[in-house]
């Protein structure tokens, strides 16, 4: 880290709220670490919206790592014209009182009030970051219009937008002419990652808990049930794997809006005696030490902070060849890749590295070096010093 400057650098980290997934954990890091005594050149405050009903809740974690969010109810996921207005002024009011150098704003609405604000109050570095995006596999083909055209907006308002993977910027540059290229900065994820390279691999408690066989092969996917996630495709290639190999048990980790529909798939498929709905577990470690893979079956991804966890567990993973997963998993390096919206492809793809696992012990250390929170944070230190020596 560089030398500590005469005065703390000031960052505030907004985000929309802080739901159970990847960015939440992601902006808890960051403010922690960022922040005496882990830096004494950094002074940092998060701010969040409320979690929305039915959402799972990952305050506990800012909790767990000395952060406690400045919340902002209003903040919330859906675009309200009259109620977004307040939110600038009342982020632009936070702004004036806490004076930051940095105003780094995650998920699109945070960055949509987030950076009018940071600009209206004068502050001298505003940064975004995309962690997935929303123009594919989420709404209307007239609301991600809307979408785009705030994000386009929102990008001149930006010095720098951070992407976590080369293909996420091609896209959004090349794809969704959302900013130029130079806009963009490539920065890859950032975990905790020790407590899950030291785990050991198949221990037996979360197949105890859910009344899962010790001897048979599980399969777990991990994730909101939306319809972005793909759920369906899953338990299809479910389907194909159980009528090749009915050892085969499956976990679904997690909960949302499908779940009452995919509980009936699971019921139309035959699929009640070797399919497991957990809900949301808070010890996700648990989770990948007592699963043989993890699938993404998603139609559009960022960077899933699941697979750099399952992988630094040692997990093998089967995921859908879309959004940043091929540049996380390295083009099948660390996991192999399958079309997306094909069943027989996952359900071939999980067989054959069920009978062949790869060397998962070799990658973790790899994982770690390359996704671990010390190098984010230094990588995040450099650029936010850059970015204020050219401000002046």
Not at 15 to 32: C, D, E, H, K, M
Not at 71 to 85: K, T
Not at 287 to 293: H, L, T
Not at 365 to 379: C, F, M
């Amino acid at each position: 880290m560089s030398e500590t400057p005469s005065h703390p650098i000031k960052v505030v980290n907004v985000i929309a709220r802080l739901n159970i997934g990847g960015p939440a954990i992601y902006v808890s890091l960051i403010t922690q670490r960022l922040n005496p005594p882990h830096d004494a050149a950094y002074e940092s405050t998060l701010i969040a919206g409320k979690v929305g009903e039915g959402e799972g809740d990952m305050g506990y974690y800012a909790l767990e790592h000395g952060v406690e969010p400045v919340i902002l109810p209003a903040l919330g996921r859906e675009l309200n014209p009259l109620r977004d207005l307040k939110t600038i002024w009342s982020l632009y009011r936070l702004f004036r009182q806490i004076k930051p150098d940095v105003v780094s704003t995650h998920t699109a609405k945070a960055g949509f009030v987030g950076r009018i604000a940071a600009r209206l109050a004068g502050v001298p570095v505003v940064v975004h970051t995309f962690h997935g995006h929303v123009f594919h596999g989420y709404f209307s083909p007239t609301k991600t219009r809307l979408f785009k055209l705030i994000e386009q907006f929102c990008a001149r308002l930006s010095d720098t937008i951070i992407v976590l993977t080369a293909s996420q910027r091609d896209e959004l540059a090349d794809q969704y002419h959302i900013a130029p290229r130079n806009k963009f900065t490539v920065m890859g994820g950032g975990l905790e990652l020790d407590s899950f390279a030291a785990a050991p691999r198949l221990s037996g408690d979360f197949r105890e808990q859910w009344h899962i066989p010790q001897d048979a092969k599980l399969v777990t996917i991990v994730g909101r049930l939306v319809p972005v996630k793909n759920h369906a495709l899953f338990l299809d290639a479910a389907a194909k794997i159980h009528a090749a190999d009915s050892r085969v048990r499956f976990a679904i980790v997690g909960d949302g809006d499908l779940r009452a529909a995919l509980e009936a798939q699971v019921d139309q498929l035959g699929l009640r005696e070797v399919v497991t709905f957990t809900g949301w577990q808070q010890d996700v470690l648990e989770v990948y030490a007592g699963s043989d893979m993890l699938v993404i079956s998603s139609v559009n991804e960022g960077t899933p902070f699941t697979v750099i966890e399952a992988l630094a567990a040692g997990v093998p993973i089967v995921a859908t060849a879309v959004g940043g997963l091929p540049d996380l998993l390295e083009g099948g390096k660390f996991g192999a890749l399958v079309p997306s919206e094909n069943a027989d492809a996952l359900a071939a793809a999980v067989l054959n590295t069920l009978k062949q696992p790869p060397d998962t012990a070799s990658l973790r250390a790899e994982i770690v070096a390359k996704y671990g929170i010390d190098r984010l944070i230094h990588d995040l230190d450099g650029l936010y010093r850059s970015l204020l020596a050219k401000k002046g």
